[in-house]
């Protein structure tokens, strides 16, 4: 059975202090290692999709990257902007379907 | 705009009595995805579609149905509706026979009493 275990559950910054959320994961053959931004009331946005070990992608705060049994996502000198909850999901493969983890809520503020 | 839509944004009703929630999509995807959204459990997939007349389960497709007769509409129906079934539902979309960078529509917040 696929897993998806996010830590923190919760993080509190101050504005410009950067820090990571980390995403493990098991899965049997990975397909797509997937992370989503999520506010309050709102569906998630995609953000980073990563394939295999040692992918990085970045957009403009947010950095992930992905190893063998877990992927970060950097936050490098977060805005109040940026909070909001961030969901990693994986896809293993030959399946359709996503197993999501439960989510780091991000609080920065100012 | 490219976007998905659901409706009705809020529901609330009984147990027992059938409803249906619409999802559209104006971006011509090929995917199409059903999910609730329970606290401390996070987002678990109901149904998907990879095509026009392909549905398949997702990991919690008990007491939901789906049809796929259009590549724009993906509605899910509740037939007997029960308080456990009382959740946030999102529906989304993928352009690829896949869920990558899927778009996830506003989400609808059912209540069954």
């Known amino acids: 059975e696929d897993q998806v275990t996010q830590s923190p559950e919760a993080l509190r910054l101050q504005e410009g202090e950067s820090s990571s959320l980390n995403c493990s994961y098991t899965?049997?053959?990975?397909?797509?290692l997937f992370w989503y931004r999520q506010d309050p009331g709102k569906g998630p946005e995609f953000l980073f999709t990563?394939?295999?070990a040692g992918e990085e992608k970045e957009k403009e705060r947010l950095k992930a990257t992905l190893t063998k049994k877990e992927s970060f996502l950097h936050i490098t000198a977060p805005k109040p902007e940026d909070s909001a909850t961030y969901l990693c999901a994986v896809q293993a493969s030959g399946y359709s379907t996503l197993t999501f983890g439960k989510g780091t809520m991000l609080l920065v503020s100012p | 705009e490219a976007q998905v839509t659901q409706n009705p944004r809020y529901l609330i009703t009984v147990t027992g009595k059938k409803l249906t929630v619409t999802c559209s999509q104006n971006?011509?995807?090929?995917?199409m995805s059903w999910y609730r959204q329970d606290p401390g459990l996070g987002l678990r997939q109901i149904y998907y579609s990879m095509n026009v007349e392909v549905t398949d389960k997702g990991d919690v497709p008990e007491g939901y149905k789906v049809s796929r007769k259009e590549k724009r509409n993906f509605p899910l129906i509740l037939e007997s509706p029960s308080p456990n079934q009382t959740s946030l539902y999102f529906c989304a979309s993928s352009l690829s026979m896949s869920p990558y960078e899927q778009y996830f529509g506003p989400g609808t917040r059912l209540t069954v009493t």
């Open positions: 990563l394939y295999s």
């Open positions: 899965v049997s053959g990975l397909r797509g």
């Open positions: 971006m011509n995807h090929e995917y």
